[in-house]
């Protein structure tokens, strides 16, 4: 018997270990991936939901919330909550199954006031002002549109 005859197959050995482990990485990855898509499924689901009950809210809260499901649905998501306070649709759709399944919720309405303006004083016209020929500081006045 010669001395390297004990390792004799141990490349196999470490190749379907190899294998395995690589296999596994695999697998993780096509989870991570799927967990990533059914997220931005739901993502999306939720956000077009909640655009369509904002927008039938005039037609109360049931006439909104299955204009909502019909947009879930179309989106291949399924509406979990539907809520609809005054003008402001809140919506929760899920997407997924088992273990990857994911829920989002989104909101949808009118934008909020933003704090008003202080108004400012009204300015005299340019015209007035050069032929007054004032040389002060040129000033320059925002109103809100």
Known sequence: MRGGDGDRGSATVWSVGAIAVLCVVFGVLLALGQAAVSRHRAAGGADLAALAAADHWAEGPGAACARAERAARDQGTR????????EVSDVTAASGRGPFTVEVRARAGPAEAADPIPPVAPRAPLGAAAAQGSRGPLQVHLEPL
């Open 79 to 86: 509406l979990v909550r539907c809520a609809i306070v005054g």
